[in-house]
Every structure is written in structure tokens, then in C-alpha cells.
T-cell receptor, first 118, second 115 residues
């Protein structure tokens, strides 16, 4: 149980285009999902917290107009990188909390999406 | 300030040797503590977690960790390392900050295992 999927696993795009990454909780409902960014050989940095049916909460320094987050259902959150540039190339990882789990504090992570902007 | 510190960036051990990865945190309240492992190009897998109760917690793959409140530490241990344990290990603390709970990660420790 507690599986989180991401799609696509890898994407290459041209500079200036937009890319959408999906994060799904496959066997549980997730009222809260998180988006992280990880540069090579570095730790995960929280970008934003996504709550179902409400606006995402962005961490300081993260451009909300560039990284659009939508959490339209209890099992799906999307991250759209708008007008992507080479500096946006990174590994993007989502996670989700299981709302019905006895200890909601555990986050389950997706496998990540590697974005390369040319 | 709230933070998580993993002092060792790289650790190399021989297969069969014991392992201890260090983690220290700075947080005013009782923390929820986690260890995750990440293989190259992969997402994170939860090894173990501590919320309350027994301060020595057992995880998957033969790992264990001990919460020491007096030292603000949550070190990960394994008595005998296998070559497949080579990966990046992240300590994380669930903290209440900015109005909600969020995970703060340490910088990670890259483990190499010599045959």
C-alpha cells in the first residue's frame, strides 16, 4: 500500500515551453501533497505544499507563477513548470500524506521526474 | 533556527562491517524523525520513523535508529552492511513551521560499500 506515482519519469523540453508533471496517490487519499526539487548530489528542497481544493503554499524563494500547482482531487496533484529554462532542469519529487493512516505524519514519495530543459 | 544536520557527506565501509550514520536536529518541540534511502535516479524509500515510545526503532533492510533527546540525535545503524546498501541516506524531521507540518531534510550521506 501507500504507493505514489509520477508521470512522466523523464522529460526533455525546449526552453520557453511548459511542462506538466503529475503526482498520483494510487491506493490512498491524500489531502496534502508536497513538491520537492533536488539538484544533483544535493538534498531535497521543499517547493510547495498542495492541499486539495485550495491554493498551494509556496516556500520562500519559489516563484508561484513559474511553478503552478493544482490539487484538484484527493489523488492527483500537478506541477506545471511554465516557460521552462535550462536552470529549471532538476529532479522533481512529489510526496503525499495518507489522510486515513493512524499517523498522518508519514509522507510517501513518488519515484521522481527528471526534467531537462534544452 | 530549525535544521537537520548530517555531518558526514560521504562514508565508505567494507561489506560486512557495521555502519552508523549521524543525524542531529534543531527543533524546539518533540520531533517526528525519519530516515529515507535513495538509490541513484530514484525516489525516496522510508527506512524507519520515530514518533514516540521506544527510542530504539527498527526499520526495513536490517536498519535501526536510536532517538536521543539529550543529544538531539537520531543516528542510523546497521550491524552488517551489504553491497546493495550503497545509496544516499537522508535524515528528515517533521516540523511545524509557517502554519503547517513539513519535512526538513538533512544534506544526505552517500554510502559506498567496498567488497
Amino acid at each position: 500500500g501507500a504507493v505514489v506515482s509520477q508521470h512522466p519519469s523523464r522529460v526533455i523540453c525546449k526552453s520557453g515551453t511548459s511542462v506538466k508533471i503529475e503526482c498520483r496517490s494510487l491506493d490512498f487519499q491524500a489531502t496534502t501533497m508536497f513538491w520537492y526539487r533536488q539538484f544533483p548530489k544535493q538534498s531535497l528542497m521543499l517547493m510547495a505544499t498542495s492541499n486539495e481544493g485550495s491554493k498551494a503554499t509556496y516556500e520562500q524563494g519559489v516563484e508561484k507563477d513559474k511553478f503552478l500547482i493544482n490539487h484538484a482531487s484527493l489523488t492527483l496533484s500537478t506541477l506545471t513548470v511554465t516557460s521552462a529554462h535550462p536552470e529549471d532542469s532538476s529532479f522533481y519529487i512529489c510526496s503525499a500524506r495518507d489522510w486515513e493512516a493512524p499517523l498522518q505524519e508519514t509522507q510517501y514519495f513518488g519515484p521522481g521526474t527528471r526534467l531537462l530543459v534544452l | 533556527a530549525q535544521s537537520v544536520t548530517q555531518p558526514d557527506i560521504h562514508i565508505t565501509v567494507s561489506e560486512g562491517a557495521s555502519l552508523e550514520l549521524r543525524c542531529n536536529y534543531s527543533y524546539g518541540a518533540t520531533p517526528y524523525l525519519f530516515w529515507y534511502v535513495q538509490s541513484p535516479g530514484q525516489g525516496l524509500q522510508l527506512l524507519l520513523k520515530y514518533f514516540s515510545g521506544d527510542t530504539l526503532v527498527q526499520g526495513i533492510k536490517g536498519f535501526e535508529a536510536e532517538f536521543k533527546r539529550s543529544q538531539s540525535s537520531f543516528n542510523l545503524r546497521k550491524p552488517s552492511v551489504h553491497w546493495s546498501d550503497a545509496a544516499e541516506y537522508f535524515c528528515a524531521v517533521d516540523m511545524f513551521s509557517g502554519g503547517y507540518n513539513k519535512l526538513i531534510f538533512g544534506a544526505g550521506t552517500r554510502l559506498a560499500v567496498h567488497p
